[in-house]
């Protein structure tokens, strides 16, 4: 597969930086500190200059109908959505492309329009990858490593022909950021309260988050 087209890169630097301040008043300020803290450096929206690739008006119409369908974009106002219609490049290709490689650097994010892809991890003391899941149009994948700085926890390799919709980094942390950590957050805690999933990878657990998250939609519960 053509690789080297759909492979992000992407990391930040995400230690964790003591607070210095002896009393900060401002609990919305001393929260988003923390979220800083814990999901990387934030990029500060007044030096973010948004990005944006032309596209047709059906063509928005329906990338707008399949975001709303990936959970992170739910939560975005008005213009933070429309910046990221904006922003987003569609990527097509074939069977076999290698969209996401386990262990890579990566600068972006994607959500599957078309086609399916099978999702697979090598776990520890095992040669062979593991499969985990098969996304399907409407699923976001590849936010994960943006939100933690961490590297890309999974392989993602096409089944199929696909169409996905690619969206930045910048873009991502200065627009979508917030509200998939916060969506993250939540789902997260409340696994880490279930005794069995305590001791379970990160990412094992973040999925398993997605199929709650998912689930919970579909019952047209917001929780």
């Known amino acids: 597969g053509n690789e080297a087209e759909h492979t992000p890169s992407e990391e930040e630097s995400d230690e964790p930086v003591e607070d210095i301040q002896p009393k900060k008043?401002?609990?919305?300020?001393?929260?988003?500190?923390?979220?800083a803290e814990v999901y990387?450096?934030?990029?500060?929206?007044?030096?973010?200059?948004?990005?944006?690739?032309?596209?047709?008006?059906e063509t928005?119409?329906?990338?707008?109908d399949r975001l709303l369908q990936a959970f992170m974009f739910t939560a975005?106002?008005?213009?933070?959505?429309?910046?990221?219609?904006?922003?987003i490049e569609e990527i097509s290709g074939?069977?076999?492309?290698?969209?996401?490689?386990e262990g890579d650097?990566?600068?972006?994010?994607?959500?599957l329009e078309s086609g399916?892809?099978?999702?697979?991890?090598?776990?520890s003391g095992n040669k062979e990858p593991t499969f985990l899941k098969e996304y399907v149009p409407g699923e976001g994948f590849g936010e994960l490593a943006l939100l933690y700085n961490a590297p890309r926890a999974a392989t993602i390799t096409a089944k199929s022909d696909y169409l996905i919709y690619k969206l930045d980094r910048d873009t991502f942390n200065n627009i979508v950021k917030d509200?998939?950590?916060?969506?993250?957050?939540?789902?997260?805690?409340?696994?880490?309260?279930?005794?069995i999933l305590k001791n379970m990878d990160p990412y094992e657990r973040s999925k398993l988050g997605d199929a709650v998250e998912e689930q919970t939609f579909k019952k047209d519960e917001f929780i």
Do not use: H, W
């Open 76 to 87: 975005l106002n008005p213009n933070e959505f429309k910046i990221v219609l904006d922003a």
């Open 25 to 35: 008043k401002n609990i919305k300020q001393q929260r988003q500190g923390v979220s």
């Open 179 to 195: 509200a998939a950590a916060k969506k993250r957050e939540k789902y997260d805690n409340f696994l880490n309260t279930v005794p």
């Open 94 to 101: 074939k069977a076999g492309d290698v969209i996401i490689k």
């Open 40 to 57: 990387g450096e934030f990029n500060k929206k007044e030096d973010y200059v948004a990005k944006v690739i032309k596209k047709s008006p």
């Open 116 to 123: 399916s892809l099978d999702c697979t991890k090598v776990f």
């Open 60 to 64: 928005m119409k329906k990338l707008s």
């Open 105 to 111: 650097q990566g600068d972006c994010m994607y959500v």
